[in-house]
């Protein structure tokens, strides 16, 4: 069973840092890139970033969040990290963490999608 756990979200005054984490389980963890997605309050959910299987390929990022967010990951405890500095209130929301796995289901191999529980990220003085 696939399962991703966030975790560290909360309420930071503008300019600070926070430090998200999404624990997974389930799937060879190590075989697959992780995205960050936020949502927002009334809009639709963006993607934040997009760490890689390979340590070779690039990380990519939304150029709202470019220089400064980093996501990471550490695949001895299966996690993926998001640090957000310099924090603004546009950065408020909901953050996911996101896996796609190829799964093969009635003998079709196809692309599944699967999200944690969200962690509420609030910027506000």
């Known amino acids: 069973q696939v399962q991703l756990v966030e975790s560290g979200g909360g309420l930071v005054q503008p300019g600070g840092s926070l430090r998200l984490s999404c624990e997974a389980s389930?799937?060879?963890?190590?075989?697959?890139?992780l995205r960050w997605y936020r949502q927002a309050p009334g809009k639709e959910r963006e993607l934040v970033a997009v760490?890689?299987?390979?340590?070779?390929?690039?990380?990519t990022y939304a150029d709202s969040v470019k220089g400064r967010f980093t996501v990471s990951r550490d695949n001895a405890k299966n996690t993926v990290y998001l640090r957000m500095n310099s924090l603004n209130p546009e950065d408020t929301g909901v953050y996911y963490c996101?896996?796609?796995?190829?799964?093969?289901?009635?003998?079709?191999?196809?692309?599944?999608?699967?999200w944690g529980q969200g962690a509420q990220v609030t910027v506000s003085s």
């Open positions: 760490i890689p299987a390979s340590p070779g390929d690039n990380t």
């Open positions: 389930g799937f060879p963890f190590s075989a697959y890139a």
């Open positions: 996101y896996v796609g796995l190829l799964e093969v289901r009635g003998g079709i191999w196809s692309l599944h999608g699967y």
